[in-house]
């Protein structure tokens, strides 16, 4: 029959009053496990790893190799040098890690709708929170471990490895790592709230980068017992920690601690709102 | 093997003798555009449904809608009774969409989409490799199952994306425009598939290619500005909207149409133009088909013509199609 009259309500089947369970993170493993293996099966874990590796492992030590000649067989420093060389390390981590940080993961959730293998996703069974947390935690822990962990235990091996002082705060340097990877986790999840704003990559990291640099111009306005809350400053106790001193100042890692999980927070609450078509 | 799954698909009993998707009232605005302005639909669980209408009718928003991409402004839309805003991941794990242009992982090969569909249906690993294969072949993809999807040709995508939507035995099959980016080639393979669903699964498909739709549709929906401007099954669509006679005679055919012309029963009459013919053609208008058919048999025996046809003008789905949409049937493919 031939219809174009309208009904009143829509009809039920007998399985509509049943409740079924709805997992939180329905889906988070499955996604977890798609990112990971996105990172090595497109070669850009080899690729990014190999050259933080080169930029932050190896330059900070061939800038000292040249020091002086060989003491059974390594290469005499001074302890002044050791701090210097511990200082560039830190900071070529904190600063180029981030930048390589963003240029990685700039494109996790924006990328994904452009190519609409995002709205694809949605129509599964699979909820937006795991989606979100699973796409974090994945980029994050992978991100921090190519551009971090990987150039960080190079450098300190080959320190241990070439000069007479070799490491000479390995608990030292393990905070530091820490502290870089708990920066670049906090810039990545700065990143995943901003591509629920975003819808292109281009804002993301220009916001992103923008933020790095805020604490500068601000300084002009705003006392520093406020600007040494930015997490960027993070890089300053990792510094500290690095060359076996006592570390300080606290408020930029307790600031990180905070903004982190309302990013992430923020980013979920987006993310289940988003209409996609 | 591809058999064997599309039998397991069929689901619960309950869920397929009652309506597989029932919409009522559907709006949906985007700031000062409304893409839906109350749409009302009853899908048949079981039926092969052509979603028909031109460019901007409001059918991807429609299908978005039912897929839990997007929210509708005002409405109700369930999918096997369940609400398709509160009850999203229910009704996820009982639709497969698939969207026009699909896209998925260049780095994926075909077979790992499938399987990575298939972990979100919480099936066994042995499971989800043997649908599969089975959907694989279905799909006639088999023997590039091994090839990266950055290989793949637009309609070797578009025959994934109808088998990733098929994993996990859902229930009710979402497919937005699945042949309108393909060649005739790549149009007939789908059409073909969707054929081999039939009673297996509820396949909900949204196009403007009338000649699809006619072929493989068990029944129809012709929305238009966001609307529902009519539902129903193919063969009741076309009969309905049959209301003109096509009439064969042999014989001097002027009296005929002299004595019809004033009858109550005939709106018009128009005569096709056939010189030295043995047989004429008129196409009469009925006010009413039953009385008019019976009108000019009774008529053709007493002027003594040989009556060779009578039967109400068979119209094709573009002929309705045309009717209902008027000037919005702008992007129609015959």
């Given at each position: 029959m031939v219809s174009t009259a309208t009904t009143a309500a829509v009809p039920r089947t007998p399985s509509a009053g049943r409740q079924e369970q709805t997992p939180f993170l329905a889906g988070f493993g499955n996604i977890?496990?798609?990112?990971?293996?996105?990172?090595?099966?497109?070669?850009?874990?080899?690729?990014?790893?190999?050259?933080?590796?080169?930029?932050?492992?190896?330059?900070?030590?061939g800038v000292f190799i040249h020091e002086g000649g060989l003491h059974h067989g390594r290469i005499p420093i001074s302890s002044g040098t050791y701090q210097n060389m511990m200082n560039g390390w830190m900071s070529l981590s904190v600063t180029l890690g981030t930048y390589l940080m963003i240029a990685l993961t700039m494109g996790m959730l924006v990328r994904e709708e452009e190519m609409g293998t995002a709205q694809w996703l949605f129509t599964k069974p699979v909820s937006r929170l795991a989606y979100a947390l699973a796409k974090y935690s994945a980029n994050a822990a992978i991100a921090a471990f190519a551009a971090v962990i990987v150039p960080g235990a190079i450098f300190l091996a080959l320190t241990q490895l070439l000069f007479t002082t070799g490491v000479q705060h390995w608990g030292g340097a393990g905070i530091a790592l820490g502290l870089a990877s708990f920066h670049a986790a906090t810039v990545i999840a700065i990143i995943l709230a901003l591509s629920t704003i975003f819808s292109s990559q281009g804002p993301v990291a220009g916001v992103v980068f923008g933020l790095g640099f805020l604490p500068f111009p601000a300084a002009l306005v705003l006392p520093l017992s406020v600007l040494g809350l930015a997490p960027v400053f993070i890089g300053q106790p990792a510094l500290l920690a690095a060359a076996g001193q006592h570390i300080r100042p606290w408020?930029?890692?307790?600031s990180a601690l905070v903004l982190l999980p309302v990013c992430l927070a923020f980013a979920c609450a987006r993310l289940s709102r988003k209409q996609l078509q | 093997m591809a058999t064997d799954v599309l039998e397991r698909m069929q689901g619960p009993a309950a869920a397929r003798s009652a309506g597989a998707i029932a919409v009522r009232g559907l709006v949906k605005r985007y700031g000062t555009v409304t893409a839906l302005q109350g749409l009302?639909?009853?899908?048949?669980?079981?039926?092969?449904?052509?979603?028909?209408?031109?460019?901007?009718?409001?059918?991807?928003?429609?299908?978005?809608?039912l897929a839990g991409l997007s929210q509708p402004t005002a409405g109700e839309a369930r999918i096997c009774g369940y609400d398709v805003v509160n009850h999203g991941m229910a009704v996820r794990r009982r639709i497969g969409f698939l969207r026009q242009d699909p896209r998925f992982y260049t780095w994926m090969t075909g077979r790992e989409v499938l399987q990575f569909t298939g972990r979100f249906f919480d099936m066994a690993a042995a499971e989800i490799d043997r649908q599969a294969d089975a959907l694989?072949?279905?799909v006639d993809l088999g023997g590039a199952a091994g090839r990266?999807?950055?290989?793949?040709?637009?309609?070797?995508?578009?025959?994934?994306?109808?088998?990733?939507?098929?994993?996990?035995?859902?229930?009710?099959?979402?497919?937005?425009?699945?042949?309108?980016?393909?060649?005739?080639?790549?149009?007939?393979?789908?059409?073909?598939?969707?054929?081999?669903?039939?009673?297996?699964?509820?396949?909900?498909?949204?196009?403007?290619?009338?000649?699809?739709?006619?072929?493989?549709?068990?029944?129809?929906?012709?929305?238009?500005?966001?609307?529902?401007?009519?539902?129903?099954?193919?063969?009741?669509l076309l009969a309905a909207s049959g209301s003109a006679l096509a009439v064969e005679v042999e014989g001097n055919s002027t009296a005929l149409v002299g004595a019809l012309h004033h009858h109550p029963a005939i709106g018009g009459i128009s005569c096709e133009p056939r010189a030295g013919a043995a047989v004429q053609r008129l196409r009469i208008e009925a006010v009413d088909m039953a009385v008019a058919r019976r009108t000019v048999q009774t008529l053709a025996v007493e002027l003594d013509l040989l009556l060779v046809s009578c039967r109400p003008e068979q119209k094709t789905l573009e002929d309705v199609f045309l009717e209902l949409t008027g000037d919005d049937s702008g992007d129609i493919a015959a």
């Amino acid at each position: 029959m031939v219809s174009t009259a309208t009904t009143a309500a829509v009809p039920r089947t007998p399985s509509a009053g049943r409740q079924e369970q709805t997992p939180f993170l329905a889906g988070f493993g499955n996604i977890f496990h798609k990112e990971a293996l996105e990172w090595f099966r497109t070669r850009r874990f080899a690729i990014s790893a190999t050259l933080t590796s080169l930029l932050v492992g190896v330059v900070p030590i061939g800038v000292f190799i040249h020091e002086g000649g060989l003491h059974h067989g390594r290469i005499p420093i001074s302890s002044g040098t050791y701090q210097n060389m511990m200082n560039g390390w830190m900071s070529l981590s904190v600063t180029l890690g981030t930048y390589l940080m963003i240029a990685l993961t700039m494109g996790m959730l924006v990328r994904e709708e452009e190519m609409g293998t995002a709205q694809w996703l949605f129509t599964k069974p699979v909820s937006r929170l795991a989606y979100a947390l699973a796409k974090y935690s994945a980029n994050a822990a992978i991100a921090a471990f190519a551009a971090v962990i990987v150039p960080g235990a190079i450098f300190l091996a080959l320190t241990q490895l070439l000069f007479t002082t070799g490491v000479q705060h390995w608990g030292g340097a393990g905070i530091a790592l820490g502290l870089a990877s708990f920066h670049a986790a906090t810039v990545i999840a700065i990143i995943l709230a901003l591509s629920t704003i975003f819808s292109s990559q281009g804002p993301v990291a220009g916001v992103v980068f923008g933020l790095g640099f805020l604490p500068f111009p601000a300084a002009l306005v705003l006392p520093l017992s406020v600007l040494g809350l930015a997490p960027v400053f993070i890089g300053q106790p990792a510094l500290l920690a690095a060359a076996g001193q006592h570390i300080r100042p606290w408020e930029p890692v307790v600031s990180a601690l905070v903004l982190l999980p309302v990013c992430l927070a923020f980013a979920c609450a987006r993310l289940s709102r988003k209409q996609l078509q | 093997m591809a058999t064997d799954v599309l039998e397991r698909m069929q689901g619960p009993a309950a869920a397929r003798s009652a309506g597989a998707i029932a919409v009522r009232g559907l709006v949906k605005r985007y700031g000062t555009v409304t893409a839906l302005q109350g749409l009302d639909l009853d899908v048949p669980a079981g039926a092969v449904f052509g979603f028909l209408g031109p460019n901007g009718a409001g059918k991807t928003t429609a299908l978005s809608i039912l897929a839990g991409l997007s929210q509708p402004t005002a409405g109700e839309a369930r999918i096997c009774g369940y609400d398709v805003v509160n009850h999203g991941m229910a009704v996820r794990r009982r639709i497969g969409f698939l969207r026009q242009d699909p896209r998925f992982y260049t780095w994926m090969t075909g077979r790992e989409v499938l399987q990575f569909t298939g972990r979100f249906f919480d099936m066994a690993a042995a499971e989800i490799d043997r649908q599969a294969d089975a959907l694989l072949d279905l799909v006639d993809l088999g023997g590039a199952a091994g090839r990266k999807m950055g290989t793949y040709s637009g309609g070797m995508r578009q025959r994934l994306g109808i088998a990733q939507a098929l994993m996990g035995h859902p229930e009710v099959l979402l497919l937005d425009e699945p042949c309108s980016a393909l060649d005739p080639a790549g149009r007939r393979e789908v059409i073909e598939i969707m054929e081999r669903l039939r009673g297996t699964v509820t396949v909900f498909y949204s196009t403007h290619i009338l000649q699809d739709v006619e072929r493989v549709a068990d029944a129809v929906a012709i929305v238009s500005h966001g609307r529902r401007v009519l539902q129903g099954t193919m063969s009741d669509l076309l009969a309905a909207s049959g209301s003109a006679l096509a009439v064969e005679v042999e014989g001097n055919s002027t009296a005929l149409v002299g004595a019809l012309h004033h009858h109550p029963a005939i709106g018009g009459i128009s005569c096709e133009p056939r010189a030295g013919a043995a047989v004429q053609r008129l196409r009469i208008e009925a006010v009413d088909m039953a009385v008019a058919r019976r009108t000019v048999q009774t008529l053709a025996v007493e002027l003594d013509l040989l009556l060779v046809s009578c039967r109400p003008e068979q119209k094709t789905l573009e002929d309705v199609f045309l009717e209902l949409t008027g000037d919005d049937s702008g992007d129609i493919a015959a």
